[in-house]
């Protein structure tokens, strides 16, 4: 989390004061279309279901990668697509009253978010910065393999989410910028039904995130 703070103030630190400021003349006249464009996403969660991510895996915040596109348009209203992925080798566990026992059973977990969302940017057409907020759905992927595992003991799955999330977009250079925001999601229907999530009561696959976007297009 230190190292997205100060990538958040680096980004900021990348405008000048005097374009922060004044509208820049460029950008004034030319007129503002809907616009195309793609991004990397790299995102640290902090899942709800802590209990089931520090067995397996130690701790309960974990990153993602991936990337996508967003089309923007002159009102201010944003829609976007973006895929990310999540994946690490831990071991099962066993949650009994609390305490938390190791197996020795290896297991990787794979989650794909396919996350698709609307929103709106504030500011004016010759901002370089545009706060927004966003909401949306998405299908999440969610899989567990493991080299010694029992019939049924492996898992391949998928369920509908929800999601919502605000934050900030700097406009670094005409065809370059960068956004960092927070997001809320709530994943119902994969955890909850055995293992350790079931034992520690959590049905949630969500979590709250902290993500960073760098995007090209204008």
């Known amino acids: 989390m230190k190292t997205l703070a100060a990538c958040l103030l680096a980004m900021l630190a990348a405008v000048p004061a005097t374009a922060q400021s004044t509208p820049d003349p460029a950008a004034a006249s030319t007129p503002y279309e809907a616009s195309l464009r793609g991004f990397f996403l790299f995102t640290e969660q902090n899942f709800s279901a802590e209990n089931t991510f520090k067995a397996a895996f130690g701790e309960s915040v974990e990153p993602f990668f ?55 940017r504030f500011g004016r057409k010759e901002s370089r910065i545009y706060p927004y907020v966003a909401g949306g759905i998405g299908r999440y992927n969610y899989s567990e393999e493991s080299d010694f595992a029992a019939d049924g003991d492996n898992v391949d799955t998928h369920h509908v989410g929800y999601l919502v999330n605000g934050g900030v977009e700097v406009r670094l250079q005409k065809w370059v910028g960068a956004a960092v925001d927070v997001q809320y999601t709530h994943i119902s229907g994969i955890l909850g039904t055995d293992g350790v999530s079931q034992a ?13 976007k760098v995007m090209v297009g204008r």
């Not at 520690?200 to 960073?212: F, P, Q, S, T």
Request: no cysteine.
């Open 66 to 120: 991936g990337g996508g596109v967003q089309v923007t348009t002159p009102s201010g209203i944003f829609v976007e697509f973006g895929v990310s992925r999540f994946k690490k080798s831990g071991q099962r566990a066993f949650f009994n009253n609390g305490q938390i026992s190791s197996l020795g059973i290896p297991l990787t977990a794979t989650l794909t978010p396919i996350e698709i969302s609307g929103g709106y």
């Open 200 to 212: 520690a009561g959590e049905n949630d696959l969500g979590g709250v995130a902290v993500r960073i």
